[in-house]
Each structure stands twice: as C-alpha cells, then as structure tokens.
C-alpha cells in the first residue's frame, strides 16, 4: 500500500520498505491457510479444506495479478531473472531490495507448486465421494478419484518439500546475521545503500485485483463454464 | 409364535450386528474382511456417481434409483461385516479395534446408516427430488459419523 508508516515507527535509521502490505499480507495468509488445510483434512473437516483451498485460489489470483500492476517488489518483472543474474548474485555480485535472484526462484516454485496443488483439489472428491471439489463434475469420477491421490502425494513431496526449504533458507541467513522474518512482518528492512528505494502501488489498484480475484473464485464455486458442466 | 418370532429376530440383529460369541476360524474371518472392503468400496463409488447426479442441473433419475437401491441393499449387507475377530489384529483394515470396545455405538450408527439408506431408496423410488436431495445429505452424514470415528486413515 501506498500509505506511509506513521511517523511514531520512521526513526529506525537505515530501515527501508521492502513488502507492501498485500505482499505480507498474502504470505502470511497462505502459511496459515496452507496449515489449516493441512489440519482439517486430518480432522474429519473436509468441508473447511475446500474452503480454504478456495479461499488460497483467491490469493493466488490476486497474488498473480499483483505481480504486474503491484509495488516494484512484488512484481514478477522486477525479481525473475536469467541465469546469469542468478550466478552473479551467487558470486556476491547483485545489489538490490525485494527477491534476491535466488529466493525468486523458491517464490515462483512455491507459487506454482501451490497453485497445481489448487487445481488438483478443485476436481479432487473424497474417497466415499461425500465431499467432491467444485469443479470435480467437470471431470470423470475415476479422474477425480486419481486427482485426490496425487493431491495427497503432491503436498507429502512437493509442497512440504518447498516449505522445508523456505525455512531452512531463513534459518541459513538468520545464522549468518540476516533475519528475513521480520521485514515479512513490518515490512521494512535496512538495505544496501544506493539500492532503489521500493516504488510503492496504489490502494485502489489492489482493490482491483481483489475484486477480480474475489470474482474468478466464485465462478469457480459455482461449477466454472456456465456454471456446470 | 410371535414371542419366538421376536425372540428369533433378536437373536440375529445380535450376531448381525456383531456380536458374535464363538471365535471365528481365520479363514472365515478373511473372507468376511474381503467381502467388506469390497462392499464398502462399492458403496463408496455408487454413492460418487450419486453425487455427480443429484447436483446436475437434470439428474438422471433412473441411475438415481438404481444407486440408492444398490446402496440400501449393501448396507443390509453390512450387519453382517464386522464380527469380532475381523480386525486390525487379523489383516490390513480400515476398521478401527474401537468398533469392538464401543459396540453398542458402534451399532447404533450402523443402524443409523440402514436407516438413513432405507429412507433415500424411499425418496429415490418416489422421485421427488427436494426429498432426494434431503435424504441424500442424511446418508452421508450417517456415513461420516461412523468413518470419522470408527475408521483409520488409509493409504492404498
């Protein structure tokens, strides 16, 4: 968001923006959304799983659309890069706030991980065929059937897999003396001198790309093409 | 005669239901686990294409009917599925050793299940398809109960 942090917060000499708040905000949203639909499919809740898959489509949606209209940091533009960016900054060659190259390629993993891991759910049913994903009639009962299993076998390897390395890379710079959990809180993070400061995006512009996200999630609810099959 | 009729009919709804006093012989107790894992495997898929019927915009009422007596009549069959000595300790099951220490749970939410079966073949042969749709959501529920408590989670 473009709003200022008040000026109570300003004096942390150095600090700079680095997230906007729908950056943050959408992080945070998916770590907790990611582990309750990790709980509540053990749990016996199947109807809140779907939901909060569907509400993870949301972000993702807006997450996407952010990407290309959002503050400089959180746009695909501006963090994926070409190989060669990716070994100069392995070199110590690369200044520059946001996504290093190499923790863009971990975002745009997780990003596509998760985001075949929403698509598998949404024709996924469950094994006695009691709960089925919105879009399950859009496909044959075996394919749903089979969609479940590597739903299943997609976050056990993949997604956990990703996530463990999310983390272990936190805990990699956190020991070398950079914390990275806490910009992701406040947003703001001192950073190297001379690096652009963070063009921030506009309030309304995200609105936007809520409303559109907001919008596609409940077309898919109700059954995506003309609402059915 | 009808004393002995009831007497009969409770005698069977017991050992139906389970109960069973004499040991089973092992090979008897794997045909029994078998039968139920197919039983209930075919319940589960009937009632998937149960469900991609009853919320289509035009359900298909005969593959309506035809799912729900399929249904009604296994879950008859199922009184006869879990006698003691058909679990855990025998084989690979779902079936959760606490079916065998809360039996009369246990059978009370089979009977729910039998109950709940009965009525959807009812609605289903009547074909009026708010009544359907009600006792199809009752069905599953009765379903969910008892797996959620009753079965493990299996991976296959």
């Not at chain 1, 991980?113 to 919105?134: C, K, N, R, W, Y």
């Not at chain 1, 956190?174 to 063009?199: C, E, Q, S, W």
């Not at chain 2, 092992?26 to 075919?42: P, Q, S, T, V, Y």
Request: with cysteine.
């Amino acid at each position: 968001m473009p709003r200022q942090i008040p000026d109570g917060d300003a004096p942390l000499i150095g600090k700079q923006p680095v997230w906007d708040l729908p950056v943050r905000l959408v992080h945070w949203l998916l770590a907790g959304l990611i582990t309750f639909s990790w709980w509540s499919v053990h749990h016996h809740h199947t109807d809140w799983h779907i939901w909060s898959g569907i509400s993870i489509l949301t972000l993702l949606i807006f997450r996407l659309l952010w990407g290309f209209v959002g503050s400089s940091t959180a746009r695909w533009a501006n963090f994926i890069r070409g190989p060669r960016t990716v070994i100069d900054f392995l070199r110590g060659r690369w200044t520059g706030i946001g996504h290093t190259p190499l923790g863009a390629l971990s975002v745009v993993a997780l990003f596509l991980a998760v985001s075949v891991q929403v698509g598998l759910g949404l024709i996924s049913q469950d094994e006695d065929g009691i709960f089925a994903g919105p879009l399950s009639t859009l496909v044959s009962s075996d394919t749903s059937d089979k969609a479940r299993d590597i739903h299943e076998l997609w976050f056990e390897t993949v997604i956990v897999g990703l996530i463990a390395l999310h983390i272990a890379a936190i805990i990699y710079y956190r020991i070398r003396g950079k914390g990275l959990t806490k910009p992701m809180i406040t947003g703001k993070a001192v950073t190297d001198p001379g690096a652009a400061p963070m063009r921030p995006g506009k309030w309304w512009v995200a609105v936007i790309c809520l409303a559109v996200a907001l919008g596609v999630a409940r077309w898919v609810v109700a059954g995506a093409p003309p609402f059915g099959p | 005669m009808r004393v002995h009729w009831f007497a009969a009919a409770a005698a069977l709804s017991l050992t139906a239901a389970g109960v069973a006093i004499a040991a089973l012989p092992k090979n008897k107790a794997l045909a029994i686990m078998h039968d139920r894992h197919e039983g209930m495997e075919k319940i589960g898929d009937t009632n998937k294409l149960l469900r991609r019927e009853i919320t289509s915009s035009s359900p298909f009422m005969p593959a309506v009917q035809s799912g729900a007596a399929t249904i009604a009549g296994l879950s008859v069959k199922a009184s006869g599925w879990f006698p003691k000595g058909t679990g855990p300790e025998l084989g690979k099951t779902g079936a959760k050793p606490e079916i065998w220490q809360n039996q009369q749970d246990f059978v009370s939410k089979l009977h729910a299940f039998q109950g709940a079966a009965r009525a959807f073949n009812a609605a289903a042969k009547a074909g009026d398809m708010n009544a359907i749709k009600a006792r199809y959501a009752d069905l599953n529920g009765a379903c969910k109960a008892c797996h959620d408590k009753y079965r493990m989670e299996m991976h296959h």
